[in-house]
């Protein structure tokens, strides 16, 4: 059983920036790959960013390319999302995932969530 708690989130103003972290709760951390997807009010979740159990390859949604970096520390099972440039439809609850195998933009293919955090771009 993998649990993942998100944290970082909070209110921003669009230009600014945010980096949002994931804690896993398992010891084979290295052995996952990671993903976080996001969903704003009235939308269905989407994919944003994924990155392998080594953190050697990583794969982002066009609406976030450029703008976000995902990144990992095995030593701390911890996944990252930095932000950068945000922009008001960024607005959503950010949620960390984790699977065996390879990365994969589709949530479908996550067995394990996180709760999610809230994140807020202001104008």
């Known amino acids: 059983q993998v649990q993942l708690i998100e944290s970082g989130g909070g209110l921003v103003q669009a230009g600014g920036s945010l980096r949002l972290s994931c804690l896993a709760s398992v010891r084979t951390f290295s052995t996952y790959s990671m993903g976080w997807f996001r969903q704003a009010p009235g939308k269905e979740r989407e994919f944003v960013a994924t990155?392998?159990?080594?953190?050697?390859?990583?794969y982002y949604a066009d609406s976030v390319k450029g703008r976000f970096t995902i990144s990992r520390d095995n030593g701390k099972n911890t996944v990252y999302l930095q932000m950068n440039s945000l922009k008001r439809e960024d607005t959503a609850v950010y949620y960390c995932a984790a699977r065996r195998g390879y990365y994969s933009g589709n949530l479908n293919e996550y067995a394990y969530w996180g709760q999610g955090t809230q994140v807020t771009v202001s104008s």
């Open positions: 990155i392998t159990w080594s953190g050697g390859s990583t």
